[in-house]
């Protein structure tokens, strides 16, 4: 045993289970990893004013002499307000007059570093910066599935945080440099982004009795609460100092969190320090005929039975879906708020964060309820996931449809946006557990693919918002184009997950044994029993 884990089992406290431990972990894992993803979809509305917008847009202001909301069509207006600057800690509305002949504004030169204006950029370079986590975000989730697979989750997770988390502290000395070096940044981060899901999956298989498995599902919402946090605090951040320093915050807090992860994270119950014999029993007898504790090898990995099964494709749909619903909230939902209903940055950060919000409270309900049904036998594994996409899927697209046509009314309008993205916390048991179902023993990797595929659609949203609303000054009748599309891909998903998706293991779960060399025959090379004791291959009785 090393001087670290040593110390990690005098600090594990007694009477805490180890893997509730573990299941804090990866809630913040999760946490901290969206905080790095949301930072640029947030800080692109007070970093980047373009040329070609107006900066109080919006087809909904607030009326400072009263409560009341009323419409306002800016473009009657002869002046518009552009930016905001920090000169000698004092805040001067810039006022330009707009060109009768509609010409280009006349944009004075770039920021200057630590004064906290915004850059000059078009439209179009906001939508590749937004998109840029994604163009990371798909290939690190393949390889991250992979990387599970040969370092372990914990080692995945911990020099891939580490990296993310050095990149966005020096974000804005790169983003001055040029907008090009400041996408290549975010893809970097999107890279690594990818590795802590299929690592969180492989963990999760690998540490939750089977009917524990929902709550730790659950707990891979930390991002959910990551985001619910995030939107107020950096939007807060940004509001009162300056967008600089909604970079700086989170970086420092995942570097804390990454030092208790390196503590207190281990890959499995056999190789924890600090773990009780009686509880690590528990787990592995629960497991048993499942799942194996041995981490199995690329050459292991049935992967063409993988990518010839119908229920994990049906499965890639379902996830597909789910994320299309995720990242245009993530990635437009703040130009939706500031930009096309007129809301103020912090305001927005405040009300964007309440769908989230929603979304940890029901899934916290529906992980409860699903490991209650399974426990209880009361339907059918493959009966429950598919009915859980009703409500992860089917209602989150019908309340995004009324969201399109709400408009001004405030109130009904983020109730609506509410419902959607809180009834998609069902997702913890329909399409986030699913993989754990046909394959425990390949969770990761299968949430590898899945994850990688899925995330293509934050490649797909933020240019196509761009293309249909934000070319046009984000009026709300292109917005309910972006609505309507957000429902269709939610419930044509969820249709083909109820076609040809399944709850069983699948045949290729079994590990097949690897091959052993005449060396290592004759050497007699001792196995291993499901509780960790070694044992003799003369000891085991025919």
């Known amino acids: 045993m090393t001087i670290l884990e040593r110390y990690c089992k005098a600090l594990y406290p007694k009477w805490i289970p180890t893997r509730v431990v573990i299941c804090v972990m990866l809630f913040i894992n999760c946490w901290t990893s969206y905080m790095l993803r949301l930072q640029m979809p947030i800080l692109a509305v007070p970093m980047i004013i373009s040329q070609s917008e107006n900066s109080t847009s919006g087809a909904c202001v607030q009326d ?12 009657d207006d002869n002046y518009l307000y552009t930016w905001i600057t ?21 944009i004075e030169p770039r920021a200057y570093l630590f004064s906290g204006e915004p850059f000059d950029w078009s439209p179009e370079v906001r939508g590749q910066l937004i998109a840029a986590y994604s163009y990371g975000n798909v290939p690190g989730n393949f390889i991250g599935g992979i990387m599970a697979l040969k370092l372990g989750p914990k080692r995945a997770v911990l020099w891939t945080a580490l990296l993310a988390a050095l990149i966005s502290l020096i974000t804005p000395l790169l983003a001055h ?6 996408l290549m940044s975010r893809v970097i981060i999107g890279f690594t ?14 540490w939750a009795p089977p009917d524990e498995k929902q709550r730790f599902i659950w707990s891979l919402l930390g991002g959910t609460f990551g985001t619910m946090l995030t939107y107020p605090m950096i939007a807060g951040i940004a509001g009162d100092i300056n967008w600089e320093m909604g970079w700086y915050l ?3 807090l995942m570097f804390v969190w990454i030092g208790f992860w390196a503590l207190l994270a281990y890959d499995t119950p056999n190789e924890h320090p600090g773990i009780s014999t009686k509880e690590k029993e528990y787990i592995l007898n629960s497991q048993m005929g499942i799942v194996r504790q041995e981490k199995p ?5 049935p992967v063409k039975q993988i990518f010839t099964s119908i229920p994990f494709w049906s499965l890639i749909m379902c996830h597909f879906g789910n994320l299309f619903l995720l990242f245009f909230y993530q990635n437009a939902m703040m130009l939706y708020l500031t930009k096309a209903l007129g809301f103020k940055l912090a305001k927005g950060g405040a009300i964007a964060s309440l769908p989230w919000a929603g979304r940890m409270l029901f899934g916290f309900f529906f992980s409860w309820a699903g490991d209650t049904i399974k426990k209880r036998k009361l339907i059918s594994i493959t009966a429950l996931r598919k009915g859980a996409t009703i409500f992860s899927h089917l209602i989150p697209g019908i309340c995004l449809i009324a969201v399109g046509y709400l408009g001004c009314s405030f109130v009904w309008a983020n109730f609506f946006l509410v419902l959607a993205l809180g009834f998609n916390g069902a997702a913890s048991i329909s399409n986030l557990s699913n993989n754990q179902d046909l394959s425990p023993n390949f969770a990761g990797f299968l949430y590898g693919i899945m994850n990688t595929i899925g995330c293509t659609t934050g490649m797909i949203i933020p240019p196509m918002v761009e293309a249909i609303a934000g070319r046009y000054g984000n009026p709300i009748n292109k917005w309910q184009i972006l609505f309507w599309i957000g429902a269709a891909v939610c419930i044509l998903c969820m249709l083909i997950f109820i076609l040809g998706g399944s709850g069983q293991v699948q045949s290729w779960n079994e590990i097949a044994p690897a091959k052993r060399t005449d060396t290592e025959v004759e050497a007699g090379a001792e196995t291993t029993t499901p509780t960790g004791t070694k044992v003799q291959p003369s000891d085991i009785k025919t």
């Open 64 to 75: 400072d002499d009263s409560s009341n909301r009323k419409r306002r069509f800016l473009d």
């Open 86 to 106: 920090n000169e000698k800690d004092s805040i001067h509305l810039k006022r330009l007059s707009r060109a009768s002949d509609n010409k280009a504004l006349e």
């Open 193 to 206: 982004g990818g590795v802590t899901f299929p690592a969180c999956h492989t963990m999760v298989a690998k």
């Open 250 to 252: 989170p970086s420092l």
């Open 297 to 301: 090898t690329l050459k292991q990995t």
């Open 177 to 182: 440099a040029h907008w090009g070096v400041l």
